[in-house]
């Protein structure tokens, strides 16, 4: 299986509203990324988070990392129907250098 | 898209040809990728390449060649040996591969299908 799995894989919000999205992993992790993929479209880097940080913010997201738990969450706060995409998070893990694995996704639906 | 191209945008292939797909950045980065995205799923890594004339294998090689003959270009050829090609794919490229900063820039995409 994919080092990093998303939960849920669906999510359904209203326009305003805050969107949570989990990822989990197996493995020591050197960092985990947040990336967004619009429909057909290619990824858009949204947030890095080293091993030894456990918080980060940009802008209306917020992301943290729990290495106990090998898990790691985004929130989107206030949503917006522009918002409306799939969010992947991806690990570099520290026996493979800059190698990213990604997982499965989330896919977000904001209505307006 | 960060300064990656990626042409055709679409491509349609006959089964038992092989295809290349091109894959251009202007960003001087040393590192670059091909992922291979189905339905539903994340991305799986098909090759990267770390410094031009040299490249390594990712988790689904088998029946894909790439070359690196300039910093610039990473080109796919998806071979008549690829059993199930019709994919999405992606080129992405980084500042480098051993780093513990390695964003990734992500092209727009070509959609392979095999008539």
């Known amino acids: 299986s994919q080092q990093g799995e998303e939960d849920p894989q669906a999510l359904s919000i209203q326009e305003g509203e805050n969107a949570t999205m989990n990822c989990s992993y197996k493995?020591?992790?050197?960092?985990l990324q947040w990336y967004r993929q619009n429909s057909g479209r290619g990824l858009v880097h949204l947030i890095l988070?080293?091993?030894?940080?456990r918080e980060k913010h940009s802008g209306r997201l917020r992301v943290t990392l729990d290495t106990s738990k090998k898990s790691s969450s985004l929130l989107i706060t206030a949503s917006r129907a522009a918002d409306t995409a799939s969010y992947f998070c991806a690990t570099t893990l520290r026996t493979s250098y800059g190698k990213l694995t990604f997982g499965q996704g989330t896919i977000l639906t904001v209505h307006p | 898209d960060g300064g990656i191209t990626q042409s055709p945008k679409y491509l349609f292939r006959k089964e038992g040809q092989n295809v290349t797909l091109s894959c251009e950045q202007n960003l001087n980065h040393d590192a670059m990728y091909w992922y291979r995205q189905d339905p539903g799923q994340g991305l799986r890594l098909i090759y990267y390449?770390?410094?031009?004339?040299?490249?390594q294998k990712g988790d689904i090689a088998e029946g894909y060649s790439v070359s690196r003959e300039k910093k610039e270009s990473f080109p796919l050829t998806v071979t008549s040996a690829q059993k199930n090609p019709t994919a999405f794919y992606l080129c992405a490229s980084s500042t480098s591969v051993d780093s513990s900063y390695n964003e990734q820039f992500f092209g727009p995409g070509t959609r392979l299908t095999v008539l």
């Open positions: 493995t020591s992790i050197n960092n």
């Open positions: 988070i080293r091993s030894n940080e």
């Open positions: 390449s770390q410094i031009v004339n040299d490249f």
